[in-house]
């Protein structure tokens, strides 16, 4: 993790415009806000990834107002001092992996069964109750986002980082806390699954997924 002491001692950094700050990885702006207590930083960290991360929450809870409350919960557990980044992965696939397992955790507590949670989901999709966001805002993408959504779980979140995050095997392994092998046989069945089910929609565009 950070030692901001560390850092301190054999470390200097230029004082950054606040506009100019968009311009750092997320990597050198999380950096920021633990050393140099930026939160500035943090914020623009929430920017970038607040609405994608809730997304992807909302595809294991079923409730966009659940999903908001844990992906908060998230970027504070990512924003607390001793944080265990360790720059192994990348920041969002940290992070992720800090909401995925926040939502897992909300889901046994409130004892709910990924079965009725994937049926909340297709009665949402079918009444065309699909949260706003800008994931969605292509025809296509809102097609493929409701296909994914029927898939089983691991399924559905190995595709969605896949496919709507563009992560690679490592960091969907990372975030799903499971083998490269394992994800590459989800993605694999997933992807056959998904296709079955993007042939129902009628529209022709598995080539491009």
Known sequence: MFNTMDVAETSTYEEVP???LNLLSDEDLYERYICLSENEALKILLIRHREELSFFIYGIVGNMDDA???MLDAYAQ???KNSTFHKKSSFKTWLFAIGRNLALK????RRFSFVAINEEISEDIGDGQ???NNILTSEKNRLLYEAVNK???DYRQAIYLTFFENMSNDEVAAVMKK???QVYNLIDRGKKELKQKLLLTGYDFWDSV
């Open 18 to 20: 606040i506009k100019d």
């Open 68 to 70: 908001e409350e844990i």
């Open 78 to 80: 990512a924003a607390a």
């Open 106 to 109: 909300a889901v046994r507590k």
């Open 130 to 132: 699909l949260p706003e």
């Open 151 to 153: 898939l089983p779980s």
């Open 179 to 181: 083998s490269k092998k």
